[in-house]
Nanobody, 122 residues
Framework: QVQLAESGGGLVQPGGSLRLSCAAS????????MGWYRQAPGKQRELVAT???????NYADSVKGRFTISKDNAKKTVYMQMNNLKPEDTAVYYC????????????????WGQGTQVTVSS
């Protein structure tokens, strides 16, 4: 059973930066793709960034150029650097382990962390 634990959220002013971390309980990054999702109040969970086992990245249009997903295999940790944050980035952020289907879409497995709150406000 894979366990994931997010950290690094907080309150930041618009234009600020945060780095989220997702620590895995095992060395899974060579096996699974990883994704960061977010869920704002009253909205559906949204996929914002993915990272293949081969380190290819992809981003939602809303965060492209501002967010960067990366991983450290030795530390069993996935990161998401978030720059130039906007109020609309306010959400609970979750990491996930999954895979890519033959259609190229990211498919989450039922491996989720508890989430970390990001609030962007002046």
């Amino acid at each position: 059973q894979v366990q994931l634990a997010e950290s690094g959220g907080g309150l930041v002013q618009p234009g600020g930066s945060l780095r989220l971390s997702c620590a895995a309980s095992a060395s899974i990054f060579s096996i699974y793709a990883m994704g960061w999702y977010r869920q704002a109040p009253g909205k559906q969970r949204e996929l914002v960034a993915t990272l293949t086992s081969g380190s290819t990245t992809n981003y939602a249009d809303s965060v492209k150029g501002r967010f960067t997903i990366s991983k450290d295999n030795a530390k069993k940790t996935v990161y998401m650097q978030m720059n130039n944050l906007k109020p609309e980035d306010t959400a609970v952020y979750y990491c996930n382990a999954g895979r890519f289907g033959p259609d190229g879409d990211y498919r989450p497995y039922n491996y989720w962390g508890q989430g970390t709150q990001v609030t962007v406000s002046s």
